[in-house]
């Protein structure tokens, strides 16, 4: 592995029985159900073509005590007092031990000293810009780390020099990229992605005009200097929480709307052309208000085979989501595959869940109201976990011989009866064979090695895969008493023993204070691989 990783942080933010290497298929706990034609197909959006130097944009100013203070509501569509306090499961939970934590902590501390625990770049993103959340998001290539937030006049985005971190341009607001129509008025939940295969960058808001997401496609991997192509989406109510993957055939998203899982027709973006998307509804889980489905997003320069659907996944823990007839042994991942017929919408295929058993893992925080669990410091303020949905972004490789999906989600720890300790649930998926094969659990572990001084929470992780297997798992991190919230990331490389991450933990950041003004944590988050090196 090479011996240095790239990373771009916001400040205070949150930017795998034992893993084997016998495979566990998909099981047939759970029905297969497909389901065709497209529930809603957009009007064909006309792109808006523009030439920017981020350069010249007007710089944001930035907040100053008194200033305003805003905070965006989750999302909720029902069920919120069921999750809250989820009935009692009748097939109790055989063991209450999470084995995998124990792997995690007879292995011990990890290898200190290497490349992997020292970062090449390592600074502060903006400072608090009086939004909560301010939902970071960001991403790497064509030499740059481009970051967008929740800033008071819509999305804010900030570009670095990966050399050396320097600033290049910003802040400045997304609706700056064009002008008229709803993308000229922007809003929040940005999103940036750097296409790969393309070698182009994917900008995103959800502008003030509810029912429509703006989407600005560059004509290169400069950033900086560079035509934008943008599109106006319109959508059948608000995509809540949305979250964006490069695939083949396809730009998809998954919202907070039901859920739904939407297709951006990517081929036509690259090419200038009008472009449609179109929707399908995802069945629910029980007990959850609060549900999006992360679509898996490829890294490196391999696209999926040829015909494979768009992948999207999430977690279930079926004791909180299915307490009539639980699995005391195991909980899932469900992958749903979506095959978009651009031609003949009533032709596109939803198909899922397809679940993959993982070991039992326990989404039940005390919520006592509000969404805040994880306690702080010289504070009643609890804050948020985000226990409903897996953190993005989830990697997807093709390595030839298999293919991998990599992603995570948080944990309530087996061994915590009050104090809503968390820990990191990760897994590598792996395939072989295309899209006719099953994919099969590879490895999965719980990031959660014994503290001095009391165990500490983390969650809020994201992970990443790179061209060699090698992953990286970064993470906020706090503890009442003693651990401000902060950042922190540990790794493992593709020939270490499965289930455990490898390195030493090293810190990003130690946190200098509590939050006490909102339960809000986050709640967006990123992990990039730089394609200049792809590690």
């Given amino acids: 592995m090479r011996t240095g990783y790239r990373y771009g942080v916001m400040l205070l933010l949150a930017l795998g029985v034992a893993a084997s290497a016998t495979p566990r298929s998909a099981t047939a706990a759970a029905a297969v159900r497909v389901s065709r034609g497209a529930d809603y197909v957009s009007p064909p959006a006309t792109p808006d ?43 109790p939970v055989t063991s209450h031990i999470d084995v995998l934590v124990e792997l995690q902590r007879r292995f011990g501390a990890g290898v200190t000293g290497t490349g992997f625990t020292t970062p090449l770049v390592n600074l502060d993103g903006p400072s608090f810009n009086g939004v909560h959340p301010p939902d970071p998001s960001g991403d790497v290539g064509g030499g740059y780390y481009v970051l967008v937030y929740n800033g008071t006049g819509g999305s804010s985005i900030v570009i670095y020099d990966t050399s050396d971190g320097s600033l290049v341009a910003g802040p400045f607001n997304m609706e700056g990229l064009g002008s008229g129509g ?38 290169d991997s400069n950033p900086v200097t560079t035509t934008w192509t943008r599109y106006a989406f319109s959508t059948p109510g608000l995509p809540d929480y949305p979250k964006y993957g490069v695939w083949s055939d396809a730009y998809y998203v ?22 449609t998307a179109q929707r399908k509804a995802v069945p629910g889980l029980n007990g959850l208000g609060f549900q999006m489905l992360p679509p898996a997003s490829v890294y490196g320069a391999t696209p999926p085979p040829a015909g494979a659907p768009g992948i999207f996944i999430r977690d279930n823990d079926d004791e909180r989501n299915n307490p009539g007839n639980n699995d005391p042994d195991h909980d899932f991942i469900e992958l749903f595959t979506l095959q978009v017929d651009w031609t003949t919408p009533s032709n596109t295929t939803l198909t899922g869940p397809i679940q993959i058993a993982e070991d039992e893992f326990n989404s039940n925080f005390a919520v006592g109201g509000g969404f805040g669990a994880i306690h702080q410091p010289g504070t009643s303020q609890l804050i948020d976990p985000l226990l409903e949905v897996p953190t993005v972004p989830v990697h997807y490789r093709n390595f030839g011989t298999y293919e991998a999906l990599v992603g995570n989600h948080v944990t309530r720890l087996a061994d915590d009866t009050t104090t809503n300790i968390a820990g990191l649930r990760w897994f590598e998926l792996r395939r072989t064979g295309g899209p006719a094969s099953p994919w099969q659990m590879y490895q999965e572990g719980t990031y959660a090695p014994a503290d001095s001084g009391g165990q500490i929470s983390r969650w809020m992780g994201a992970i990443g895969m790179d061209e060699s297997g090698n992953m990286a798992l970064g993470y906020s991190v706090a503890r009442d008493p003693g651990v401000f919230p902060g950042l922190r990331y540990v790794g493992r490389e593709a020939t270490d023993p499965l289930g455990v991450m490898t390195s030493a933990e090293s810190t990003l950041v130690d946190g200098s204070g509590s939050q006490s003004n909102s339960d809000r944590w986050g709640d967006y988050f990123g992990m990039g691989v730089d394609p200049a090196d792809g590690c």
């Fill in 49 to 91: 073509r523009f030439f920017l130097d981020a350069r010249t944009r007007p710089v944001i100013p930035g907040w100053r005590p008194g200033d305003p203070i805003r905070e965006f509501p989750r999302q909720f569509h029902g069920e919120e007092d069921l999750q809250r306090n989820p009935p009692v499961p009748v097939n």
């Fill in 254 to 275: 998954g919202a907070n709307d039901g859920p739904g899982v939407y297709a951006l027709d990517r081929n036509r973006m690259l090419a200038g052309q009008t472009a």
């Fill in 182 to 219: 709803p993308c000229a008025s922007g809003f929040c939940d940005g999103d940036i992605v750097f296409d790969q295969l393309a070698q182009r960058w994917l900008f995103t808001e959800l502008p003030q005009a509810s029912g429509s997401i703006c989407v600005y496609i560059s004509a």
